[in-house]
């Protein structure tokens, strides 16, 4: 354990107000949204809740030596450990000597009371937080393993809750060597997003500066859990990612564009632009990802996309290719194509070009040919009904051999009959001929 001192020297480092800056300008941040979220840490259920109220300081104390209680149909013979986290059970006014007792606790030669006040530190310090988080940042380099453990533990569940109070330490514990220790200060960040994006994005930042290159892809894993509540400043933060010279770090920001295009389209068709011309293959077709999720309607999308058709990568040109029949018509997508064939290697690829040049109603079989013609004009009932009972062919139809004409009842016996030459059986019917009208009666 270190020495009083030093403890005396991290609460004055701790009891600066947190003030969350931007990064460029080092102005305060305004994080009044983040404020109107409360954080409520979960009480810890167990046999310490069936102690009674007024034994729970003197069991925490070590006045009393044991305990015993039922609990859940169970008997139970509690110590000093389970007296120390039934203080999470008191509020309002008896919180003060709580918080005096768990200081006692928290300085006591045992490592398992030590554990046990780091169990109940949180929890407690809802209720009364002075000094509390000082002993949490000397635990952390406490000579037991299972005191700095508990003290981690204790650290990520107090991150979104008091984000002001666990600042240093979790800039700290986040490059740490101990790969446990950094582990629990990367979920505390992680919930730190949650509750207070901007203050999230200030350590992100930070990250990002960090000449180790596995520390700036853990920062950038986080950018998606950011983005929708941080504004500009998670932007600024992707655009930043995306210059990185490690293409982990540029792969773990091309990520977020999909989901930043539906936050903000402009935005994400600029970074977009960016990320298709990165020397990384998986960074490209993030970037594809993005446009696809962009406005069909938008111009720039439709660059975008045919610039991406005659892409290097051949995935990339794939996915650009299978948006073109969505983002133009026919005669429009046909020179596209042809285009596109001129330079085009893969097969797969020509195929379907192929299909998107040909004109099948020039080009293609019979049947596809006439899929394009317009079907003919019905001839009406009525003119049909007409022409039928007069014994008249209707429109190109040949009147069958096999019928004569009928003679009508109103004309003379030994009238000769008008034969039919062949060009009456093709010519157009008129009007007299429909009636049964004969022009040489007249």
Not at 83 to 105: F, N, Q, W, Y
Not at 141 to 165: C, N, Q, T
Request: glycine letters at 4%; a negative charge.
């Amino acid at each position: 354990m270190l020495s009083a001192t030093c403890a005396v020297y991290w609460g004055l480092l701790m009891s600066r107000e947190y003030i969350a800056r931007d990064p460029r300008t080092g102005k305060p941040l305004n994080v009044a949204k983040s404020k109107s979220k409360k954080q409520y840490i979960e009480a810890q259920d167990g046999p310490w809740m069936a102690i009674k109220d007024s034994d729970i300081i003197p069991l925490a104390n070590g006045e009393i030596s044991g305990y015993e209680v039922s609990w859940r149909s169970k008997k139970y013979q509690l110590l000093r450990e389970d007296g120390i986290i039934g203080l999470t059970r008191i509020k309002g006014h008896g919180a003060v000597e709580a918080h005096k007792s768990l200081l006692k606790a928290l300085e006591d030669d045992s490592p398992s009371v030590r554990v046990s006040a780091l169990k109940a530190l949180p929890e407690v310090a809802t209720q009364k937080s002075d000094e509390l988080f000082d002993w949490l940042s000397v635990l952390l380099d406490d000579d037991d393993l299972s005191v700095r453990k508990a003290a981690s533990e204790a650290l990520s569940i107090s991150a979104p809750v008091f984000p002001s109070g666990v600042d240093i330490i979790i800039h700290n514990e986040l490059r740490s060597f101990e790969a446990s220790r950094s582990k629990f200060a990367f979920k505390g960040l992680e919930y730190l997003c949650e509750a207070w994006p901007e203050v999230a994005c200030d350590h992100i930042d930070e990250l990002f500066l960090e000449a180790d290159a596995n520390l700036r892809l853990k920062g950038a894993k986080l950018l998606s859990k950011v983005l929708a509540k941080s504004g500009h400043i998670g932007w600024d933060l992707v655009s930043w990612a995306l210059n990185d010279d490690d293409p982990r770090v540029r792969r773990a920001a091309a990520k977020t564009l999909p989901r930043l295009a539906k936050i903000d389209t402009r935005i994400a068709t600029i970074f977009s632009e960016r990320a298709l011309s990165d020397s990384d293959s998986q960074v490209r077709i993030s970037a594809v990802k993005a446009i696809r999720s962009l406005d069909k309607d938008s111009g720039r999308a439709r660059e975008l996309i045919l610039k991406g058709a005659s892409s290097k990568d051949v995935e990339v040109r794939r996915a650009c290719i299978e948006m073109l029949p969505i983002l133009y018509g026919e005669d429009v997508l046909r020179g596209i194509a042809i285009d596109l064939l001129k330079t085009e290697t893969d097969a797969k690829l020509i195929k379907s070009l192929t299909q998107y040049a040909t004109d099948d109603s020039l080009e293609g079989s019979e049947a596809q040919k006439n899929r394009f013609l317009a079907p003919a004009p019905a001839v009406p009932k009525l003119d049909r009904e007409v022409a039928e009972a007069a014994g008249k062919s209707v429109g190109l139809e040949p009147i069958p051999s096999n019928q004569t004409k009928q003679q009508t009842p109103d004309k003379p016996e030994n009238k000769p009959v008008k034969k039919t030459t062949v060009t009456d059986l093709y010519r157009s019917v008129s009007q007299d001929d429909m009636m049964g009208y004969d022009d040489d009666e007249y």
